[in-house]
């Protein structure tokens, strides 16, 4: 029992890598803004990150260098898509293949590397409690943060002004516009929470989960990440939902392996993105579904007075 | 008080469309000197290995094709992809998937067969590169899934069938446990143009495809079609032009090109299926496309070019120290750079009076 136990944990801990940068590119899509340089942000801020906690010792400073820089460059790719109108995807691209080459390039130094040992981070009293404990209670504090932070954007999108501000730049950006909303603000405000958020995930990716630095460690993480959005109908809740799920998955082929199943590793670390690509499908049958919950002016170019 | 203000051009400017891709590796190059000041090395060396040592000698510009026509032949591909607005980011798993099949064919050769077998191994990545393309198409035509996500998501479950195949099935027994295949029989190689020098036929295909799909775009109705749906959906669907055989027809193409290419690369320079197939060339011909403006010539600069960053990127390891993926670097780079530059293709700069008289 305890095996299950600790899969569901290490579910957890995968899961929240997942759900803050999935949480971060919601908020971009809400405000009519897909970002396909989600890998490239998270590769970067795992190495930023990563390196910042073996010269100071500090995974705070850390966390803070990786959210730093996802930020960073997300205001690269929101100066180029929302102040120069180039196209969304291919400007998102090309913020992957560059973050894929500079990560590569700024962490060869640091693949040997390693960080002080990480602490246990059981809360007192509640993670003695048999099976719940160790499943539940022995999580680093970012895993419930994420847990508030999912419920605290629902509130934001959904019950106050701004949200809905905000909602409305990805729904209809020339109404909001029209109404004296400043959009390309808007969405530039947006695109940087979202990089911020990516680079938080990717250094909690470096510095708790693994923790370790591998080039393209990622993984395609980034892209789960973005596919948890459709498969989410971009609600927040199910956004949460959907990376505790493939969190899971990805922990599976793991205990998979540990229990001596009579299959492939590489088909087991096939399991993640083929997942992906079913439940894509699953969701994206239904046209209707899509059409009504997609924030309208997703991926198109607002400027105004053209 | 002045403001930079764009204001949008009546006609896109034929001009700065082609000084656009020119402007963007001035400013690549530029980054790159900076860098290289940064990192404590001599531009003007770093400038050498990137742009000199590739072209210096027949030997070197021999390697600057070998690099190039991969790249060529799946930026082809990729360009009717783009044009017809089918986006697959995949290419590289397509690839991969082309190299494997191609390799399936060259084992079960014998010493004792013919120069044709290589028109089997060829075919067979031609074909598996289009079934591979073929399942994002059919995601996408069947269940809307986006071909973005799937095509790119591909790409890590074909890494995963690689390495399957050489560290399971199909390892050399009598490769000291190194997950590689055997050597492929000489008689599977795809045959070199000259002794000393790694250029093979493959080139030919890949200038052959430039004309192929040059004819295609510019002087067929399925090709207008195709750049049709791309540009104007509702036009094309008003014209009676299917979008479902538009996607179809895009994803084959450049599915059959990347595995192509793949079976050019495993049967040709590399010899063997190897976890080290896989260098990038799916990704890195999404830039050749858009720097060679997804004109079929425009690529065959934009390929040449590239090859010489990954070339460059090499030479920067071995002479200068400095890492290999400095070409990814520079190439993520060059991307963004044509990105901002083509905004003068569509806008014009111009300064603003703030406050003046009206």
Redesign the interface.
């Known amino acids: 029992m305890d095996s299950y136990a600790l899969l569901i944990a290490a579910t957890l801990n995968a899961g929240t890598v997942l759900a803050i940068a999935s949480l971060g590119l919601l908020i971009n899509e809400k405000a009519g803004i897909v970002n396909?340089g989600a890998e490239?942000m998270m590769l970067c801020a795992a190495i930023a990150g990563f390196a910042c906690v073996v010269h100071t010792g500090s995974d705070t400073m850390g966390f803070v260098a990786g959210a730093a820089t996802g930020a960073l460059m997300a205001a690269?790719f929101g100066g180029?898509v929302v102040w120069?109108?180039?196209?969304q995807?291919?400007?998102g691209?090309?913020?992957t293949?560059?973050?894929?080459?500079?990560s590569?390039?700024a962490g060869?130094n640091y693949v040997q590397a390693q960080i002080p040992e990480r602490p246990d981070f059981a809360i007192p009293y509640l993670s003695d409690i048999p099976l719940v404990g160790p499943a539940l209670f022995h999580q680093h504090p970012l895993v419930y943060l994420t847990v508030v932070f999912a419920l605290g954007l629902i509130w934001f999108l959904y019950r106050t002004r701004s949200g809905l501000i905000l909602r409305s730049v990805g729904e209809s950006p020339e109404s909001a516009h029209a109404l004296g909303y400043p959009v390309r603000w808007i969405r530039m405000g947006a695109i940087m929470v979202g990089g911020a958020l990516c680079g938080l995930a990717g250094a909690y990716l470096s510095i708790i989960y693994t923790p370790l630095w591998v080039?393209g460690m990622v993984?395609?993480k980034g892209?789960?990440a973005?596919?948890l959005t459709?498969f989410a109908t971009w609600r927040p809740a199910r956004v949460l939902l959907g990376a505790y799920l493939f969190g899971g998955v990805t922990m599976l082929q793991f205990h998979l392996q540990g229990v001596g199943v009579e299959v492939?590793s590489?088909?087991l670390?096939?399991l993640p993105?083929?997942a992906?690509?079913v439940v894509?499908?699953?969701i994206?049958?239904n046209?209707r579904w899509?059409r009504i919950n997609i924030p309208a002016a997703m991926g198109k170019p607002f400027?105004p007075g053209? | 008080m002045h403001k930079l203000k764009?204001e949008?051009r009546s006609q896109p400017s034929q001009m700065w469309s082609y000084a656009s891709p020119v402007l963007a590796l001035v400013c690549t190059v530029v980054i790159g000197v900076i860098l290289f000041s940064l990192l404590g090395k001599d531009p003007m060396k770093g400038l050498q290995v990137f742009f000199w040592e590739p072209i210096k000698s027949g030997y070197a510009v021999g390697e600057l094709l070998v690099k190039a026509t991969p790249l060529l032949i799946i930026a082809l591909g990729l360009a009717v992809c783009f044009r017809s607005n089918v986006?697959n980011?995949g290419a590289e798993g397509q690839y991969i998937l082309g190299a494997v099949g191609a390799s399936g064919v060259a084992l079960m050769a014998s010493p004792s067969m013919g120069g044709w077998i290589v028109v089997p191994v060829l075919l067979a990545g031609v074909l598996a590169g289009m079934f591979w393309a073929g399942l994002t198409a059919f995601?996408r035509d069947?269940?809307?899934?986006?071909e973005?996500?799937?095509s790119?998501?591909?790409v890590?479950?074909a890494v995963?069938?690689l390495?399957?195949l050489v560290?399971?099935p199909w390892k050399d027994p009598l490769g000291y446990n190194f997950p590689q295949t055997k050597t492929f029989e000489a008689i599977t190689r795809i045959p070199r143009l000259f002794a000393g020098s790694r250029v093979s036929i493959g080139i030919f295909f890949a200038l052959i495809g430039v004309g192929v799909i040059w004819i295609f775009f510019f002087r067929t109705r399925s090709g207008f079609a195709q750049q049709v749906g791309g540009l104007a959906p509702a036009a094309s669907r008003y014209a009676g032009f299917s979008s479902r055989r538009a996607l179809w027809t895009a994803l084959l193409i450049s599915g059959g090109l990347a595995g192509l290419a793949g079976a050019l690369e495993v049967a040709g320079p590399i010899g063997q299926l190897t976890p080290y197939v896989p260098a990038g060339y799916g990704?890195a011909a999404?830039?050749v496309a858009?720097v060679g403006r997804l004109h079929p010539v425009g690529m065959v600069f934009s390929a040449v070019l590239m090859s010489m960053f990954y070339i460059g990127g090499e030479l920067a390891q071995s002479r200068l120290g400095l890492?290999k993926?400095?070409?990814?670097?520079?190439?993520?780079?060059l991307?963004?750079s044509l990105?901002?530059c083509?905004?003068l293709v569509?806008?014009r700069l111009r300064w603003i009076a703030l406050g003046g008289p009206k």
């Open positions: 396909l490239g690269v180029l120069l109108n180039t196209n995807y291919a400007t691209l090309a913020l293949l560059f973050g894929t080459g500079f590569a390039f060869i080039e993984a395609g892209w789960i973005l596919a459709t492939p590489q088909v670390s096939m993105y083929l992906t690509i894509l499908a699953f994206s049958r046209p899509i400027y053209s | 764009l949008a986006w980011i995601l069947r269940f809307n899934a986006n973005i996500l799937v790119l998501m591909l890590y479950v995963q069938v390495n399957f560290f399971g990704f999404i830039i858009y890492p993926s400095l070409t990814g670097v520079f190439q993520g780079l991307l963004f990105l901002a083509d905004m569509n806008y």
